[in-house]
T-cell receptor, first 111, second 116 residues
């Protein structure tokens, strides 16, 4: 099976940098994706890491280390609108395009 | 371009009833997947359809079924509703079948189902 663990809640101040970690156990996967979800809204795709290393997209960066079964999402220059839940998810290699999501991290950005 | 659309947005049913949820993928996307999200948890995979065929099924009972139409839209059906079926049902579309790079899934706004 597959399981992904994330911290349940992270709090940071506006303008700061925050890192959301994700550790996983999986038998095989294409890569690690990150999604943002505001209360009552749809998950929005943020980034995808197929290879080890850092991927940067604007204020967001994501990192993957397959040898450590670990990844993280880095959010810079935090804004109030970044307050949301963040999910890591693996894309399985067992055929199809099934996403297995982590437990989710609720980020609260304060003034 | 329009994103993934779902209908209805909200639905209230009673135990034992059945429900049909609908999804239209992004234009050009041939794969539709369904997820169930219970409050406070991450989405759980239910089905994937590609080219009108079921290509993946999650750990859900046979009360859950789905189909995909020639225009790639999809329906999720749930029979004999239970209180525990109350959740946000999300539809996601992607261009192709596999989970390889460049085949990200994009989610619709979801249908909020409440079973009383």
């Amino acid at each position: 099976g597959q399981s992904l663990e994330q911290p349940s809640e992270v709090t940071a101040v506006e303008g700061a940098i925050v890192q959301i970690n994700c550790t996983y156990q999986t038998s095989g996967f294409y890569g690690l994706s990150w999604y943002q979800q505001h209360d009552g809204g749809a998950p929005t795709f943020l980034s995808y890491n197929a290879l080890d290393g850092l991927e940067e997209t604007g204020r967001f960066s994501s990192f993957l280390s397959r040898s450590d079964s670990y990844g993280y999402l880095l959010l810079q220059e935090l804004q109030m609108k970044d307050s949301a839940s963040y999910f890591c998810a693996v894309r399985s290699t067992g055929g199809g395009n099934k996403l297995t999501f982590g437990t989710g991290t609720q980020l609260k950005v304060e003034l | 371009d329009a994103g993934v659309t779902q209908s209805p947005t909200h639905l209230i049913k009673t135990r034992g009833q059945h429900v049909t949820l609908r999804c239209s993928p992004i234009s050009g996307h041939k794969s539709v997947s369904w997820y169930q999200q219970v409050l406070g948890q991450g989405p759980q995979f239910i089905f994937q359809y590609y080219e009108k065929e079921e290509r993946g099924r999650g750990n859900f009972p046979d009360r859950f079924s789905a189909r995909q139409f020639p225009n790639y839209s999809s329906e999720l059906n749930v029979n004999a509703l239970l209180l525990g079926d109350s959740a946000l049902y999300l539809c996601a579309s992607s261009r192709g079948l596999a989970g390889a790079g460049g085949n990200e899934q994009f989610f619709g706004p979801g249908t909020r189902l409440t079973v009383l």
